[in-house]
């Protein structure tokens, strides 16, 4: 069975689990960010995927990237560039991030990874976001 | 013919073109750190990218993996954990970092990009580890 990192899990809420990975909407209002994690026990680097699993994550690195556009439409603070990044020094567990940026961003142009404390959506909000999310996931 | 963006031109040292990629020796003796530009131009994101280029740069962000390893490895400084991004804030050129990090390297567990400043290779020591680079990455 699937074993997510606890702290990946208190730190996103889940979306739906594709073919390879579950993806999950990362609980900061301050970006448009979505977390893929392979659903593979014991992965650390990308070099452990197989070939096919591979090609399949970045399809959905891809399909994640066009839900995270969709939830910056939503917003009415459309994405300027996609972040994408696999770092995993805090959770070693393999997990890919995407992540929406604006030149208006609190960060920008520097990485988001540490920046600052996380805001949590409001309850409605992140329903609303999560739908959305997920509908532009599985088309 | 393909151009590349003078910034990552001049911060980094060329290593080799790849089938896809020019794979470049980041000049930062504080990481072991290759960087690779698909060479097409007029690329931003990954979505732009074909999908058999993008099977290709899985390819070849594996294999910069193992030649940062082999970075990390030669300078007595084994990489713990590979981090790699595209991002893409400052220099919107499509390029992908793959970077060498451990637990008592400056910015751990910190991303890299915008930290501090680089540290330039001494000369020599940037011919012995762009020739590994080579090798590995040729392999």
Redesign the interface.
């Known amino acids: 069975m699937f074993a997510l990192d606890p702290r990946l899990e208190t730190s996103s809420i889940f979306l739906v689990d594709l073919p390879l990975c579950q993806a999950r909407l990362q609980a900061d209002v301050r970006w448009s960010w979505i977390v893929l994690i392979p659903r593979r026990n014991g992965l650390?680097?990308?070099?452990d995927l197989a070939p096919d699993d591979?090609?399949e994550?970045?399809r959905e690195?891809?399909s994640a990237?066009?839900a995270v556009r969709a939830i910056g439409d939503s917003a009415g603070r459309p994405v300027e560039?996609?972040?994408?990044?696999?770092?995993?020094?805090?959770v070693?567990q393999l997990h890919i991030h995407i992540v929406g940026?604006r030149s208006d961003d609190p960060a920008?142009?520097?990485?988001v990874?540490?920046f600052g404390a996380p805001i949590d959506y409001a309850a409605e909000e992140a329903s609303a976001v999560v739908a959305l999310a997920r509908a532009n996931l599985k088309a």
């Open positions: 650390r680097e990308l070099e591979l090609e994550l970045m690195i891809l990237g066009r560039k996609l972040n994408v990044g696999a770092l995993g020094n805090v070693a940026r920008w142009p520097g990485p990874w540490g």
